[in-house]
C-alpha cells in the first residue's frame, strides 16, 4: 500500500473525465431548413440561364483595359456633359458605343445561329442589352438601334429603365430581343468573371471592376494605371477566335474626342 500511495503521488490526482458531448441530432430530416417559392422572374432567368449552357459552344476570353484615357475624359467633360444634356456621364454608354462600332466591324457577333433552318441570321441594326438593378433582381432591358444613339441618348435611357426597374413599370417590350448584351460586375466590386450568353444571342462583354495595377509603358517603366479585365464570351460555332480576341482588345482601348461624346 506504500508502494502504491508512493506511484499516486508522484503521478498527482488523475485527470478529470471530459465532459460528456450534448447529443446533436444530425439526421436530414430534423436540420433546420426553410424554403421560399422562386419567384416567376427567377424561374425565368434560370430557364434561359441554362438553355444558354446546353446550346451555345461558349467560350469566354480575357482581355485588360487602362481606363485612364476615359476616366480623364469623363472628368474633363461630366460638368458641360450634365449641364447641356440633363444627365450624367457615365461608363457604360462608352462601352456602348464602341461595342456597337465593334458589332459593325465584325457582323458575325451582330448575328445568331437559327438552330431550326441551321442558318446564321446576320442583324443590320445594334440592338444592346443592358443589366440594370432592380428590387427584384437584375433585367435586361434594350437600347434600341444603338449605331443611330449618342453618348447623351444612351445615358437618358439607361437613366429611363433603371427608374423603371425601381418603379417595376418596365414592360416585356422593354426587354424583347436585343442583338448583343453588357453586364457591368464592375459596379458589384467584380474583378473577373465570366459571364452568360442571353440566348439567341452569340455574345456578351463582361465589365469589371477598375483597379490601379503595376503595368509596362511603352518606355518600359513600371507605373500605377487603372486597368479594367474585360471578358468576351462568344459562341464558339459561329465566332472564331480571332475575332474573340481582338474585339475587345481594340475597342478596349479606344479613346473619343469631345465632340463624340456631345460637348
Do not use: W
Not at 443589366?131 to 441618348?153: H, I, K, W, Y
Not at 429603365?161 to 457591368?184: P, V
Amino acid at each position: 500500500r506504500r508502494a502504491g500511495g508512493a506511484r499516486a503521488e508522484e503521478g498527482g490526482a488523475p485527470p478529470p473525465s471530459p465532459p460528456a458531448m450534448q447529443s446533436v441530432s444530425t439526421s436530414l430530416g430534423k436540420r433546420p431548413e426553410r424554403r421560399s417559392k422562386m419567384s416567376r422572374m427567377r424561374q425565368r432567368v434560370a430557364a434561359r440561364l441554362k438553355e444558354s449552357q446546353n446550346t451555345a459552344a461558349a467560350l469566354t476570353t480575357f482581355q485588360e483595359v487602362d481606363m485612364g484615357n476615359f476616366m480623364e475624359m469623363r472628368a474633363r467633360h461630366k460638368d458641360e456633359f450634365a449641364k447641356i444634356h440633363g444627365v450624367k456621364l457615365g461608363f457604360m454608354s462608352v462601352f456602348v458605343k464602341a461595342a456597337t462600332a465593334a458589332l459593325q466591324e465584325v457582323p458575325s457577333i451582330n448575328a445568331y445561329i437559327d438552330n431550326e433552318t441551321q442558318e446564321v441570321v446576320y442583324r443590320d441594326y445594334c440592338d444592346i442589352s443592358v443589366a440594370v438593378a432592380s428590387p427584384n433582381g437584375l433585367v435586361v432591358p434594350v437600347l434600341r438601334n444603338t449605331e443611330f444613339m449618342t453618348f447623351a441618348d444612351v445615358e437618358r435611357t439607361i437613366a429611363l429603365f433603371g427608374q423603371k426597374a425601381r418603379d417595376g413599370t418596365l414592360a416585356l417590350d422593354d426587354m424583347a430581343g436585343g442583338t448583343f448584351t453588357i453586364s457591368n460586375g464592375g459596379v458589384f466590386g467584380s474583378l473577373m468573371g465570366t459571364p452568360i450568353i442571353n440566348q439567341p444571342q452569340s455574345a456578351i462583354l463582361g465589365m469589371h471592376a477598375t483597379k490601379m495595377r503595376a503595368v509596362v509603358d511603352e518606355k518600359g517603366n513600371v507605373v500605377a494605371r487603372p486597368m479594367m479585365y474585360l471578358a468576351l464570351t462568344y459562341d464558339h460555332r459561329l465566332i472564331d477566335g480571332r475575332e474573340g480576341v481582338t474585339v475587345p482588345q481594340e475597342r478596349g482601348g479606344q479613346d473619343h474626342r469631345p465632340g463624340e461624346v456631345g460637348v
